[in-house]
């Protein structure tokens, strides 16, 4: 299970903190995410890495609604967004939303630390453990938060998609 908790950031100061952690830097990527209209707590999006020339369909169940921090998700790789959007949009799926942003990734031990500019929105920091034990996952994720002098105040409970939607109902 991918357990997670998203903190709103300064991205800067975010990177400069996780890299004073000994955090390994893996990899940038730009990332198009196209969510498909699906009723929560399920979610489905193709991904395109632009700079590393891959992409992904995703399907994901939020296994704690509202918290949006426990989620039990299957991913594999495709070798064509643009076919996949048409099968998807072929058998019945409405196109949601983009979400586009330029993401930092970095690995600590059993941590994986996503920083990202969120296009429209800001910055923000994924910090991420893989495990069937919850609540050592939370513990873990909270341990290396408060390293960084991160706070509950600074946890953005809200998905990407519904924090752009309310951004699209402002306007």
């Not at 940038?28 to 929560?40: A, K, P, R, V």
């Not at 949006?68 to 998807?88: A, G, P, Q, T, Y």
């Not at 600074?154 to 998609?161: A, G, I, S, T």
Request: charged share 40%; net charge negative; no cysteine.
């Amino acid at each position: 299970m991918e357990i997670e908790i998203k903190f709103r950031v300064e991205f800067n100061k975010t990177k400069a903190a996780i890299e004073s952690l000994g955090a390994v830097f893996v990899r940038e990527e730009i990332q198009e995410d196209l969510y498909f209209s699906l009723s929560l707590p399920e979610l489905l999006r193709i991904r395109r890495i632009v700079n590393l020339g891959r992409a992904f369909l995703t399907y994901k169940r939020i296994e704690d609604p509202g918290k949006n921090e426990e989620f039990d998700e299957i991913e594999v790789e495709i070798s064509d967004f643009e076919k996949m959007r048409e099968i998807l949009k072929r058998l019945g799926f409405e196109e949601d939303i983009w979400v586009r942003k330029r993401r930092l990734v970095y690995r600590l031990n059993d941590v994986t630390f996503e920083l990202s500019e969120v296009e429209g929105l800001g910055a923000f920091l994924d910090i991420e453990v893989m495990s069937d034990d919850v609540s050592y996952a939370k513990k873990r994720i909270w341990d290396i938060a408060r390293r960084l002098g991160l706070r509950k105040e600074d946890v953005e409970p809200r998905l990407y998609q519904e924090l752009l939607h309310e951004l699209e109902d402002k306007t």
